[in-house]
Structure formats: structure tokens, C-alpha cells
């Protein structure tokens, strides 16, 4: 399946990033791999951006680029440029851009949701939030269980 999405492997796995055009996956993506190469996260690389293939295996979800975009990123002010990139990752997360309904405090269940029948972890990002911050904030603090 073939989604309107960018992905970034952060470490064993990768962060999905959905959002509608100009909502800013492509600056989300750049900014992790940057924050990769300074140290503020482990090892950062990008899988794709703009479209990429999704496919379920083994109960996994895997993610690659999509043909002619491998390697390609879009940078706001400098165009289309070629980076680093893996060819397949798992992905471990799934981050949502400008949602509406994004939630301060949001249930248990609106953290989970479903790709080519594998269940993720969620997270929505609201329309006036920092995505890099929030994300930050999710892959580097754990669940108070509450």
C-alpha cells in the first residue's frame, strides 16, 4: 500500500509521519535526522519522504521508499535534495500531523492505530503543537501508566 507519508528509522525502528500536503512531515523527518547526526537521538536516517510502501510481514509493518523518491527529501527553501537512506525498515511508530482532534490528555485507545492489520503506537499531533518537541517527548520518556 502506498501512502502520502514520510519515515525516518530512529534507531531498530522507524517513525511513520502522515499529514495532509504542507502540514510538514518533510521538516519533522529532516529535523530527527539532524537531531540523529547532533546525538540528541540514536542513530537517525531517512527511509522516505513524500510517498512511501507499506506492507504487513510476519506481524510487522515494514516501510520503504517509493521507487524514483529513494534518497530524496524535500527541504523547505533549498528544493529536493538527496540524503542518506535505507532501503526497508519496521516501522515502531506512527505520528499523525495537524489533527483536529487531537487530545491534551488523550485516551488509551486514540494512542493505537491500525495499518495493513497491524496494530502501532500513535501519536496525534495537534495543529498548534511543536511536532519535534512532542515527538521527542514520546520517544524519550516512558508512560507514567496513569
Known amino acids: 500500500m502506498t501512502l502520502h507519508a ?3 528509522l530512529i534507531g531498530p525502528r522507524a517513525v511513520l509521519i502522515r499529514g495532509a500536503a504542507g502540514s510538514g512531515k518533510s521538516g519533522l523527518a529532516f529535523a530527527l535526522i539532524r537531531a540523529g547526526e547532533t546525538g540528541a537521538l540514536p542513530f537517525a536516517r531517512l527511509v522516505g519522504d513524500d510517498r512511501v510502501h507499506v506492507e504487513a510481514a510476519h506481524g510487522r509493518l515494514l516501510v520503504r521508499p517509493a521507487g524514483a523518491l529513494a534518497g530524496l527529501i524535500e527541504i523547505r527553501g533549498l528544493g529536493i535534495r538527496r540524503l542518506p537512506s535505507e532501503p526497508v525498515a ?3 511508530l506512527v505520528v499523525d500531523l495537524e489533527v483536529a482532534d487531537a487530545e491534551r490528555l488523550p485516551p488509551a485507545d486514540a494512542a493505537v492505530t491500525e495499518l495493513a ?3 502501532l503506537p500513535r501519536l496525534a499531533v495537534a495543529p498548534a503543537a511543536d511536532p519535534v518537541g512532542l515527538l521527542f517527548a514520546a520517544l524519550r520518556t516512558a508512560d ?3
Open 144 to 146: 507514567s501508566g496513569q
Open 90 to 92: 519496521l516501522v515502531g
Open 117 to 119: 492489520g497491524i496494530r
Open 6 to 8: 514520510s519515515a525516518v
